[in-house]
């Protein structure tokens, strides 16, 4: 039998509402011993809660009727005061009525199972309770919604109309079926081949929405990297001395611009030297940058094209620090824009620079972002056998066939149609209770 579960929906501590809530087939029973009866289905009510002879709350309660509800299941909510100490003995009573508290995620993962949403706008609920920016609630509801898992339908519809040629041809040779049935899959192949490409190269975006966009400062030091960070994030986050070489590791900031979550890093001056924790922290740095989204190379007027230089890129932003004491460095192959951080001049446009950058990046294209990299891991798996199966389409189409069941697989696994029980309790694990 399933059991009946509860949990608080609401954040723990002190607060005028606290929301209990409740799945499962015992809720009626539940509702009924607490005093909780002549409901009306999804209509709220005043009730005077109570168990063991024990006032508990005077409580606004809501019924759901299965199927009718979040989780597919008899559903209740009880509205209660806040105070802990009403949280604990409304809890106390359900446990004593038979009811355990959930595992984290678990109502989300009874409305999966329950038909009542797929396995990839489940976990578009984690993000959008995540979400901090407007930008992750936009790509989260945009999942929720289905999108995604539309755009995984098509290209699944598509595999089985190829695997369908192909199966024709190869289970019913004597039947009368056209000749070469199988080949008539390579247009369907081909389309698809370059959707799935497509869907793999937006999968970075996706992700950088959801968990931020990198971008890195870096260049030699004393060219004003950390006077830099502490005026994009708007506190004094990294020491600033005269001294070369202060900054010494890398040190991370997240904040929000242009509607995007960023993670700025501020990292040691790129030079030569015999001292083992510097050379450390360049190491460090040069990592950084190679997994940058956005490099930012700083340099102060007079600043020689020394360790630095060999490592700009297209795509890359060069800052001209302390515009102050004058004209910073220009550079005619790559973007340049002068700042000074004492002066404050040309931080807007900075910032301004940097939010079109971003959008220009993380928004705009047509195909539903890929937000997870279990997703992506599985596009490119589907890619790669559908590839095989183009390969083989003319010379071996059984094997085509066998590598076409193969990538229906692997995006089955994305939305949960097939094969999913390995990959639940690794995604609703990282849910919180009451989700």
Request: charged letters at 25%.
């Amino acid at each position: 039998m399933i059991d009946t579960i509860f949990a608080l929906a609401t954040p723990p501590g002190r607060g005028a509402i606290a929301v209990l809530r409740l799945s499962g087939p015992g809720v009626e029973a539940a509702l009924t011993a607490l005093g909780a009866t002549r409901l009306t289905p999804r209509m709220a009510s005043v009730r005077n809660l109570s168990h063991a002879g024990d006032h508990i709350d005077q409580a606004l309660v809501l019924r759901f009727v299965a199927p009718n509800s979040y989780t597919g299941e008899d559903a209740a909510e009880l509205h209660l005061h806040g105070g802990r100490a009403v949280i604990e003995a409304a809890s106390r009573a359900l446990i004593a009525l038979g009811l355990r508290p959930a595992d984290p995620g678990e109502f989300t993962r009874r409305a999966f199972q329950n038909g009542r949403m797929d396995l990839a706008q489940a976990e578009a609920v984690a993000d959008l309770i995540d979400a901090e920016t407007s930008a992750q609630a936009k790509q989260a509801l945009g999942q929720l919604d289905g999108k995604l898992s539309e755009t995984y339908a098509c290209f699944r519809r598509d595999l089985l109309h190829a695997l369908a040629l192909v199966e024709a041809e190869i289970d019913f040779p004597d039947e009368e079926v056209p000749d070469n049935l199988a080949r008539t899959a390579g247009p369907v192949l081909d389309r698809l081949g370059a959707d799935l490409r497509r869907a793999v190269d937006t999968g970075r975006r996706g992700e950088r929405v959801r968990d931020g966009y990198r971008i890195v400062l870096i260049g030699e030091t004393n060219a004003g990297k950390s006077s830099l960070f502490n005026a994009l994030v708007a506190r004094e986050a990294a020491i600033v001395t005269p001294i070369a070489g202060t900054t010494r590791d890398v040190l991370d900031a997240d904040l929000v611009i242009g509607g995007y979550a960023v993670t700025l890093s501020d990292t040691a001056g790129l030079r030569d030297s015999d001292d083992p924790v510097e050379a450390e922290g360049v190491r460090r740095a040069r990592l950084r940058a190679e997994q940058a989204d956005l490099r930012v190379w700083v340099r102060a007027p007079g600043d020689p094209d020394g360790v630095a230089a060999n490592y700009v890129k297209d795509g890359d932003l060069i800052v001209a620090t302390k515009s102050d004491l004058g004209a910073g460095s220009a550079d005619d192959e790559y973007e340049t824009l002068a700042v000074s951080t004492v002066t404050g001049a040309g931080l807007a446009e900075l910032r301004e620079w940097i939010a079109a950058r971003l959008a220009r990046d993380l928004s705009g294209a047509d195909f539903p972002a890929v937000t997870q990299e279990r997703h992506r891991l599985r596009l490119l798996e589907a890619l790669e056998s559908v590839d095989a199966a183009r390969a083989a389409l003319n010379v071996a189409p059984e094997m085509a066939g066998d590598d076409l069941r193969r990538a229906a697989d692997a995006l089955g696994r994305v939305t949960g149609a097939i094969g999913v029980e390995d990959i639940l309790g690794e995604v609703f694990s990282t849910f919180c209770i009451g989700k």
